[in-house]
Every structure is written in structure tokens, then in C-alpha cells.
């Protein structure tokens, strides 16, 4: 009998307390005739497990270990897993899975790690052409551009650095090479009268990894600006300790890399300095956890200006926002003195003390004060006002030119009018990096265009601001080639005042239904915010401003031109992150842990782990994204649509399980998701966290039991009183204050009307829907109006034009008044809920309307099906029938 064995090392797996399961080897013959293997597991502490195979004979079965390709199959595994916050196990039936909560991002820190940072297990990755080129081929290299080979001696030599330098110009061969190349290779290469024109090749290889560098370095500067401005404005770098990806997408790996540049310059010493440290800090806490104390203790012997660099670094990372600074030369002839000033009035920032982070005024910042062509003599700003000695009048202040420091920079508009004459020379621009150039756009529209100032410009300020702010696009448009990733400038400086991104509703909308839901993935590719001449993307001639907004419209909706509206639903969206402390909001990471509470948990334990404050949270920032999104909400198809929920929770589950949960599809529900049922608090809570989430993909109307004088009779409000007794009436008011900012009607591909009622007879143009006012906290069914109609009428066979309903509000209407709405409004389909129909759908007027009804065996009174409809592309509609569940 033979034995044959292999060690897997898995460090800090707690072999005491393991299971395997179903191991097996499965060989492949030429034949493909699978031949299997039992192994067997023997531990070999502290954390190495032996596989061992054995061969078998008998029972006129004789397998034999040959040379070949083997899979090891481990059925099932169960072990302690420590981090149980960053990563899971699943049993898979077979296939055994490792799975994390930062995967894919940031799962390479974590894999293979389990438990403690003592060592790794090694993991090598294979890239493999998806048209499966043949490694080590003899075929031309044009043909290999699959394949990436690297010499080991080379990988073996070199260090970090260079090899990410190794890798970077082998992806730019195969970039060229893949395209075209400039050696025949039917010939000898050496010797060949044009060999030598190889190194121009070789020449435009190191041009690209070059600028492949600069654009780094660009991208990481605007990904800085819009994480700070946007995404987690005013915080600090310390992680909460609930972070997830959303977090560490807004934190890691942007203005920290800056602290560390930071120092290296003002050290004037080489990278050696930091780098060093690092490698200290790596020797020192080997084997072990470090902290930001131990980085702490080896900055501490560097001193600049008398100053702990050690502190320093220390108050960075503690301390959220970005400074912000005035450079000022004085309007006085005579006085030629630069004044600078810290501008902070009236800004929050996050600090972490003892550990727990505060929300509090923005303190001074120790600034280090870079000015070019000028000579200091102190390299730390640590006051709030700072005047320097007499400067030539004709120089230009520049200060930390390159973004090299974390703060933005504001000059004196007589110094900003310099700057946008000098940057229409093309040998300043030429002169400049491309960080420089985006820095010094990017900061005068952040400080002018989002009015960040600290003092309210005067009113012919204001007109000079407005007119720089127009030879800024201007300067954009004729040398889009210097401003590589132009579409962001142009956002930035049409954002408007405020940071409220205030375009008229609709336009803003029109953006919503073509964006991309993150913006930062699309910065890895520039192509998605090159502008590529005259003609494209924004034309400044369609900007039209006043005091309160500014109307963009679109010229073709291209990916040239998405990728700002993709910034545009990006403000809109995440602005909800922002803290405000009277009325609390929740992050997209708290909105994100909310929604797989509210999928993992049962109803008996749904209030101990959803709190009443969560809810409140939720509905406000519900009503910060209803409130920006217009009465009548206009959506590209494909799109699934749905009926009444009616508090069936276990129903609409059944909804997302069958057709796919956001954003995997797009969804529209028609309202009255709460009452009757037994779990309204959950089916509201999870569609308002997806509509919060996915502003951009999930859509809610408003039902007529999303008001509350109905709700507070029908179940809703007792519910409440049942599960929540000590924060009823709050809870009751936070869901109906979101339930009146909810659309009333919505438009589908231009052609399909939706509302959860039906049509009035007072309709004349969608114009008129789009126009209805929000928010409308409840309605007087003795006051007829629009709103009314829209969610309480009903088709009536028999019926000619519109009679009073049975239901005392509102009214019924017959075939005749929906013909005529289709032609007036030049729609073709009508689609409504508020009914219940016996199959889940049903057609009126000859198929001009449709009646959906999603909560099948509705109240346990009825045995009707629940139903949804697809709508296509290409608006062709569909329906999935749900039958009572038992």
C-alpha cells in the first residue's frame, strides 16, 4: 500500500475544534474518466493538515496514484473562524466557500489570514486569456497578448517598487504589441536594417507607464476631493468600528497616503526617511498588531520647526475635513504684505478622542506653508491669521502648488484673474503637471462656484466671481487636452452654490435615470471623463444661472456626457451621509447594515435588532432623497413593477426572491405597502432602505394608505403601538412625514402612465403632474383635486366619464375617459394598483389599463393571486403570477 500526503498551512486555524467531511482526489484520465481518491486528514499542530491518500486494492478495484492532474474535493468544513465580522463560511452543497463582507476589493488583506497576522498562507494567481492563448506559445508576439512573462532573476532582484514598475511595463507592451508593433518578426531580429527602431517601441512603453504614473496621481486627487466633499465629508481617517466597504472605499487609501508625502517633503530628505520607518514599524511589531501609537513613537525624533512630527501626524489622522486657507495680497499700493488665513468658520469636523468620535468645530490645523519662488522661515502654519513681510508685487502666490499638503487654497479674485489668464497660455499649462492643473480649477470652483467662504461676497464681487467662473469653462473647453478627466472639472464648476446641486427637478431626474450608481470605479478609467473636444459634453452656452439654480441640459445622451450625470446622482445620492444633528441620517453603510437585518431576521426578533431610532433615521434620509426627485418620476425601462403589498412582508419576499433583489433589477411600486398585514413596519422599512440605497433603480408612489388620517384606522398605527409602546406616535409621524414626500405617478420609457389609483378627469398634460407639490401630508375627500384622484379611482365597467365612487372619495371612470387620456397625453398603456383582482392582473378598456395587485390572499380574506409585471426595453409587458402561498 502506498501513502502519499501534502501539507496545507493554514495559519491560526484552530485545529482542536475542525471538521472535514466528503474529502476526496478526483483524477482526470485522457479518457476524462473520473477515478477517485478517500483522503484522510491528520493534524500536525499548531496549524499545518496533512491530506493523506492512500491507494486500493480489492474487490477487483485496483487504484493507483499515476502521474497526472488530481482536484482535492473538500465536501464540507466547519472550524472556528475569528474576524466573524470580516469573514464567513458557507456550506454550498459540495463547495465549500470563503466569503467576506470587503470582498473583492479589499478580501486580499484578509485571505488567507484567519485569526491573527503571524504569517500568510502563500496564494498563487494564474491570469488566463479569456480566448485561451497557449502560455509560453512560439507564435508571434502579437498574437501572445494573453500572456505576461517575467524574468524571475528580474521579480526575484527586485523590490517592491520595481516590481510594480516590472508589471506596469509589461501591461503597456502588451497594450502596444496587442495593437501593432515594429519588428517583422518572419526575420531575424538582430541584424535586420530597421531593428534598431525597436527602441522607439521600448521609448513609448516608458512614455506610458509614465503617464499611467500622472494619472494615478490625478485620479487619486480628485477621488480625495469628491470622498471629502461628497462621500464623508468633515471625517476623519480613523474608521468607525461599525466601518464596511462603503467606509473604507470613503477613508483608506486617499488623503492618508497625503499625510505620509506630507512629511517626506518637509523632512527635505529623501523617500529613504519614510520608507524606513515603515520598514522599522514592519521589524518592531512583527508577528504581531500594530497601532497608529506605534507609528507614533518612530515620527517622534523628526522635529521641524521645533514641532513632534509624531503629533502632528497623529492630529491628522484623528481630525475629518480638509483645512481650507486664504491667500490674500492686500489691495493697498502700498502695503505689499501676503496675508493668510485659516477659513474655518462655522465648519464641523469629525475627532477621535478616547477612542469615540466626535462631531465638533473644525480646530486649527498645523498647515505646512509651501509658496512658490518664495523662501520661509518656518515650514508649519500654526495660527489662524498669519501675515508675511513685503513680497515683490508682481509675484504670484501659489501656494501648495501640486496638492503636496492636505488643504485647498483660495486667492484674492484680483490673484485669481491672473491665474485663469496665465493658464490660457499653453506654456503655463505646459509647465504644469496635470494635479496642478485639476488643483488649481478644482479650487476655485469648490470655493466660488460651492460658495465656501467665510464671508458672503459683495454684490460686484459676486458678478466678477460669475464672470471667472465662466472663462474657467471657457479655458476648459478650448484646451480640454491638459484637463485629462475634463467631465469632473466641468461638474465641479457647474455644481452650483451651497452644495445642493440645484437644477430644476426634472433636468436633475433626466441625469438620475442614465447615471452610474459609484462614481469612484468609473475614475479607473478616464476615458469616462474625457470631454474630446468642441462639441461634446457640456456646451457653456446652455448654462443658464441665477442666484438660486442653474439648468443643464443635455446635448445626447452619451457615456461622454453620463459620466457627470454620474457625479451629479452621486452628490445627490450620498449627501444623505451627511450628519446633520437635528435631524438624523443614516450613512449608505448603515442603510446597507439595516437591509440585512431586516432579510436575516425573523418578525419576533425584528424589534431587537431594528431600533426606533433606526426607523427615524431611515425616513429622513428617505425624505432627503424624495424630496429632489419630481411628482411625476420618469424611468428608462427595463423596469418590474408592482402592486399593493398591504404589509405581506413574507410576500414581497417572495417578489424579490423570484425576479432578483436590487439593483439587479430595477423596480417600481405602486403604493399601499402598509395596513392589513401583519408586518407593514418591516415592508415599509426595507422598500424606504432601498429606495434611500438605490435612489437611482427603486422606486416608490404613494399609495392612498400612505396617509395618515387612512393608516392610523386600518393597522398600521396599532401595529406600531404593538411593537414599538414606547415610541409609537414618533415612529407613526417619522413614517408619515416620508410617506408625504413619496411621487404620485410615474412615466415609463414616455409611454406607460403609473399611478396607484387612477386618472382624473381633470387631466390635461403630464406637465400638470409633473408640477404637483409635495409634500401633501393628508386629503379631504370632500375637496376634489388631482392628487385625490390619483389615489383613490377606479375603472368602472358600464360607466361614461366620471361618476362619484362608492368608496366616498373620489371618483369611478369609464373606457371612454381612458381613450381619451392616452391620446391626449400621447401614452399607450395605463398601469394601476389599488384594487383586488382575482388573477393578480387584470385588462380594462381594451387593454389600454391594466389593474395590478401584488399581495396574494390578501388580508387571509381572499384566495386572489398576487401578480408583477416586466416591462421591457423595448416596452413589451409581461407577468408573473403568485399564487397563495399553502
Not at 203 to 211: A, F, S, T, Y
Not at 268 to 280: A, D, H, P, Q, V
Not at 490 to 518: T, V
Request: hydrophobic letters at 40%.
Amino acid at each position: 500500500m502506498f501513502n502519499f500526503h501534502f501539507t496545507y498551512s493554514c495559519p491560526y486555524l484552530y485545529v482542536d475544534d475542525y471538521q472535514f467531511e466528503n474529502i476526496t482526489l478526483i483524477r482526470y484520465g485522457e479518457d476524462e474518466e473520473e477515478i477517485n481518491f478517500n483522503v484522510d486528514v491528520e493534524l500536525r499542530p499548531p496549524w499545518e493538515i496533512d491530506f493523506l491518500v492512500r491507494e486500493e486494492k480489492g474487490g477487483g478495484e485496483n487504484k493507483k496514484l499515476l502521474t497526472g492532474r488530481y482536484i482535492l474535493n473538500i465536501g464540507r468544513f466547519e472550524g472556528i473562524i475569528t474576524y466573524n465580522k470580516g469573514l464567513f463560511y458557507r456550506d454550498a452543497g459540495g463547495l465549500p466557500l470563503l466569503a467576506s463582507n470587503f470582498f473583492f476589493e479589499f478580501s486580499p488583506s484578509l485571505f488567507p489570514q484567519l485569526g491573527g497576522p503571524l504569517q500568510k498562507t502563500t496564494t498563487k494567481i494564474s491570469l488566463i486569456h479569456p480566448h485561451g492563448t497557449t502560455a509560453l506559445s512560439n507564435t508571434d508576439s502579437t498574437h501572445s497578448f494573453g500572456l505576461i512573462t517575467i524574468s524571475l532573476i528580474q521579480w526575484e532582484a527586485a523590490d517592491q517598487a520595481h516590481k510594480i514598475a516590472l508589471l506596469a511595463r509589461q501591461f503597456a507592451r502588451q497594450w502596444l504589441g496587442g495593437m501593432t508593433t515594429v519588428i517583422n518578426f518572419d526575420f531575424e531580429f538582430f541584424g535586420v536594417a530597421n531593428a534598431g527602431i525597436f527602441c522607439l517601441q521600448e521609448d513609448i512603453v516608458e512614455c506610458l507607464c509614465d503617464k499611467a504614473w500622472q494619472r494615478f496621481q490625478l485620479a487619486h486627487y480628485l477621488r480625495i476631493n469628491l470622498a471629502e466633499t461628497f462621500l464623508a465629508p468633515g471625517e476623519a481617517v480613523a474608521l468607525p468600528e461599525w466601518a464596511g466597504v462603503e467606509e473604507i472605499k470613503t477613508h483608506c487609501s486617499l488623503k492618508g497616503v497625503l499625510f505620509f508625502n506630507s512629511i517626506e517633503r518637509l523632512t527635505n530628505k529623501s523617500e529613504l526617511t519614510i520608507l524606513g520607518i515603515i520598514k522599522r514599524l514592519l521589524v518592531q511589531q512583527r508577528y504581531r498588531h500594530f497601532r497608529l501609537e506605534h507609528l507614533d513613537e518612530l515620527l517622534r525624533p523628526l522635529l521641524i520647526d521645533s514641532i513632534d512630527i509624531g503629533q502632528v501626524f497623529t492630529f491628522w489622522f484623528k481630525s475629518g475635513g480638509i483645512p481650507n486657507l486664504l491667500v490674500e495680497k492686500s489691495s493697498n499700493k502700498n502695503n505689499n504684505r501676503l496675508r493668510l488665513v485659516q477659513l474655518n468658520n462655522g465648519r464641523q469636523s469629525q475627532q477621535l478622542l478616547n477612542g469615540i468620535q466626535h462631531w465638533a468645530k473644525m480646530p486649527l490645523w498645523p498647515l505646512p506653508i509651501d509658496i512658490q519662488n518664495v523662501s520661509l522661515p518656518f515650514k508649519f502654519m500654526l495660527s489662524q491669521v498669519l501675515e508675511l513681510a513685503p513680497l515683490d508685487r508682481k509675484l504670484l502666490p501659489l501656494t501648495n502648488l501640486g496638492f503636496d499638503h492636505l488643504y485647498k487654497v483660495n486667492y484674492d479674485l484680483k490673484s485669481w484673474e491672473r491665474i485663469v489668464h496665465e493658464l490660457g497660455d499653453t506654456s503655463t499649462l505646459n509647465v504644469l503637471n496635470a494635479k496642478s492643473r485639476a488643483q488649481l480649477l478644482g479650487d476655485f470652483c469648490y470655493f466660488n462656484a460651492f460658495d465656501d467662504n467665510d464671508e458672503k461676497p459683495s454684490e460686484s464681487n459676486q458678478l466678477l466671481i460669475e464672470r471667472l467662473q465662466r472663462n474657467f469653462l471657457e479655458l476648459l473647453r478650448e484646451h480640454y487636452e491638459y484637463f485629462e478627466l475634463c467631465e469632473f472639472y466641468a461638474f465641479w464648476c457647474m455644481a452650483g452654490r451651497g452644495r445642493r446641486i440645484p437644477m430644476d427637478r426634472e433636468s436633475r431626474f433626466k441625469y438620475l435615470q442614465i447615471i452610474q450608481q459609484n462614481v469612484l470605479p468609473a475614475l479607473l478609467n478616464g476615458d469616462n471623463y474625457e470631454c474630446g473636444g468642441p462639441g461634446l459634453g457640456f456646451d457653456a452656452a446652455t448654462i443658464k444661472t441665477d442666484e438660486f439654480s442653474i439648468l443643464v441640459t443635455l446635448q445626447q445622451l452619451d457615456p461622454i456626457v453620463t459620466s457627470t450625470a454620474a457625479l451629479l446622482n452621486l452628490a445627490f445620492a450620498l449627501q444623505t451621509s451627511q450628519r446633520i444633528m437635528a435631524q438624523p441620517k443614516m450613512t449608505l453603510a448603515e442603510v446597507d447594515g439595516l437591509i440585512e437585518r431586516i432579510l436575516l431576521t425573523n418578525s419576533q426578533r425584528f424589534t431587537q435588532l431594528v431600533t426606533a431610532a433606526d426607523i427615524k433615521a431611515l425616513c429622513n434620509s428617505a425624505i432627503e432623497v424624495l424630496r429632489v426627485q419630481p411628482s411625476l418620476v420618469e424611468i428608462d425601462p427595463p423596469v418590474v413593477v408592482c402592486g399593493d403589498i398591504h404589509g405581506q412582508f413574507s410576500d414581497l419576499m417572495r417578489i424579490f426572491s423570484r425576479v432578483g433583489f436590487p439593483p439587479l433589477k430595477n423596480f417600481l411600486f405602486l403604493g399601499d405597502y402598509v395596513d392589513r398585514g401583519r408586518q407593514s413596519i418591516e415592508t415599509a422599512v426595507l422598500l424606504l432602505a432601498y429606495k434611500t440605497r438605490y435612489p437611482a433603480n427603486f422606486f416608490l408612489l404613494r399609495g392612498n394608505h400612505e396617509c395618515s388620517n387612512i393608516n392610523r384606522v386600518y393597522g398600521f398605527l396599532e401595529e406600531i403601538r404593538r411593537r414599538f409602546p414606547h415610541d409609537t406616535q414618533s415612529l407613526w409621524i417619522a413614517f408619515n412625514k416620508a410617506f408625504a414626500w413619496l411621487p404620485f405617478t410615474a412615466l415609463v420609457g414616455g409611454r406607460v402612465l403609473c399611478m396607484h389609483g387612477g386618472i382624473s378627469d381633470r387631466l390635461r398634460s403630464l406637465d400638470q403632474l409633473r408640477s404637483l407639490s409635495r409634500p401633501v401630508p393628508d386629503f379631504d375627500a370632500a375637496n376634489p383635486t388631482i392628487e385625490l384622484d390619483l389615489l383613490w379611482a377606479d375603472p368602472e365597467n358600464g360607466v361614461q366619464g366620471c361618476v362619484r365612487s362608492p368608496r366616498g372619495a373620489s371618483v369611478m371612470f369609464g373606457e371612454d375617459v381612458v381613450a381619451r387620456i392616452c391620446r391626449q397625453l400621447d401614452i399607450d398603456l395605463v398601469v394601476r394598483a389599488h384594487q383586488v383582482v382575482q388573477d393578480g392582473a387584470e385588462f380594462f378598456a381594451n387593454r389600454k389599463l391594466i389593474t395590478l395587485f401584488s399581495a396574494p390572499h390578501y388580508a387571509a380574506q381572499y384566495n386572489n393571486a398576487g401578480a408583477t409585471m416586466f416591462i421591457d426595453e423595448n416596452l413589451r409587458c409581461s407577468f408573473q403570477v403568485f399564487q397563495p402561498a399553502g
